[in-house]
């Protein structure tokens, strides 16, 4: 599809579990965000990614968290040790410099 | 440091009327805005965009308008429909986005 693609769209995990979210940018995208997004709160930023590199992560809560992309395109975002205050939906966007950031649908994770 | 907030965070409005969203913004360096709709389950989709050089810009349905002076942005709906109920996000953009916590608009048929 032409759009950002995300897996899974949902995810239950039990506490202390790692998980991994998958991203899918829009192809020639050469920018790619997470964000998080708790319940009928805002977009908290995670991470930018510029090709490969990530210049800013400083959105990342905790040294549980962490991300790559490969071959400018295809990112994971992966959670360690996953706590309940974890749960929120993980949004990934993706854009170039003649389009503005596109979201993908998210995961919902859920940690019980 | 920089905060993006919406004035209110529900809205609700009568089906063919306007719906007017409003957006404050702290970064007077900031020179260009996004507004996004999220529909429940979907990520946020781009709505329109205006740069700092630009006062008004208007879209199909949808005008934004921004005023540098008090750091002002708005959202104009044109005659509302059931479909435009969804929460709103401003965004101030540099490399990455800065959202508010969104305003909630619900049509009433």
């Known amino acids: 599809g032409a759009g950002v693609s995300q897996s899974p769209s949902n995810k239950v995990t039990e506490k202390g579990k790692d998980v991994e979210l998958r991203c899918d940018p829009i192809?020639?995208?050469?920018?790619l965000y997470w964000y998080r997004q708790s319940l009928g709160q805002g977009l908290e930023f995670l991470i930018y990614f510029q090709g490969n590199s990530a210049p800013d992560k400083s959105g990342l809560p905790s040294d549980r968290f962490s991300a790559e992309r490969t071959g400018g395109s295809v990112s994971t975002l992966t959670i360690q040790r996953t706590q309940q205050e974890d749960s929120a939906v993980y949004l990934c966007?993706?854009?170039?410099?003649?389009?503005?950031?596109?979201f993908g649908n998210g995961t919902r994770l859920t940690v019980t | 440091g920089e905060s993006v907030g919406l004035h209110l965070p529900t809205l609700s409005v009568q089906e063919g009327d306007n719906s007017i969203i409003n957006c404050a913004y702290s970064n007077s360096a900031s020179d260009y805005f996004i507004w996004y709709k999220q529909e429940s389950g979907k990520g946020p989709q781009f709505i329109i965009d205006i740069r700092s050089n630009m006062d008004k810009r208007q879209g199909q349905r949808v005008t934004v308008l921004l005023n540098k002076t008090v750091k002002h942005l708005s959202l104009q709906i044109a005659a509302t429909q059931p479909g435009d109920s969804a929460v709103y996000f401003c965004?101030?953009?540099?490399?990455?986005?800065?959202f508010g916590a969104g305003t909630t608009v619900t049509v009433r048929a």
């Open positions: 966007a993706s854009s170039s410099p003649n389009s503005p950031l596109h």
């Open positions: 965004a101030e953009v540099d490399y990455k986005l800065s």
């Open positions: 192809s020639g995208h050469t920018a």
